[in-house]
């Protein structure tokens, strides 16, 4: 009996350890240059791009961990270094609406992280109004001279992660604007914090999409 709760207690933190050690990679840029196109009175397309003070860093994590730094003002630097998010609004509410896009980080020479984006806008009110969704087709590209290294302005890494890409992930965004509503009008200059992390694909967020269908189920 005492040996079976042990056994359990072991096999616990075996896949407690299994599933923090998922993530392989994670990023986070604060101050990018968030604008905002309407289309219609309830759809049009947001966009964030790098400012002058624009800073953040792209991390492996797993097995062997590096830190690509882009230092803040690192646009000044006139590097390839860059950030571009590009998502569409679909407005469900007067405080919700569904979006979809790409995600491109670019190091100093040129290679890329590139992702799908796919999720949901909401704001509590107040001007706050958040972006949460999964990230697909996760790839680092190797491009120009193969380097195979992601480049910060300090720092990089190897860029031959474990797993097989395409990697997923999850990605969020927020910004505060005290004025303008939900995507009621046009808007640019808007200081945004984006940031994500990428585990290997199908790996744990296919599991807990599996998991909470199973428990939909079970309710049913
Ligand atoms: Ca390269
Ligand atoms: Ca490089």
Do not use: H
């Amino acid at each position: 009996m005492r040996f079976n709760v042990i056994l359990c207690a072991t096999a616990g933190l075996a896949i407690a350890g299994s599933a923090s050690a998922d993530v392989i990679a994670t990023f986070g840029f604060t101050d990018l240059n968030g604008a905002y196109a309407p289309s219609s009175s309830t759809t049009g397309t947001f966009t964030a791009n790098v400012g002058a003070l624009t800073g953040g860093d792209v991390t492996r994590i797993s097995p062997s961990s590096g830190t690509a730094e882009f230092a803040t003002g690192f646009l000044a630097l006139a590097t390839s270094a860059n950030v571009q998010v590009n998502l569409s609004v679909s407005k469900t509410s007067a405080t919700e609406a569904t979006g979809s896009g790409t995600l491109v980080i670019t190091d100093i020479d040129g290679d890329t992280l590139t992702a799908d984006l796919s999720g949901l806008w909401q704001t509590p009110g107040f001007g706050v109004v958040f972006f949460s969704g999964l990230m697909g087709n996760v790839y680092f590209n190797d491009n120009g001279a193969a380097d195979g290294t992601f480049n910060g302005t300090n720092g990089s890494f190897d860029m031959d992660l474990p797993g097989n890409p395409p990697y997923t992930g999850a990605f969020s965004q927020l910004y505060i604007r005290f004025s303008g509503g939900f995507f009621t009008s046009a808007f640019s200059g808007q200081t945004v914090s984006t940031d994500g992390q990428i585990v290997p694909a199908p790996g744990a967020l296919a599991l807990v999409g599996l998991a909470g269908l199973a428990a939909r189920r079970r309710r049913a």
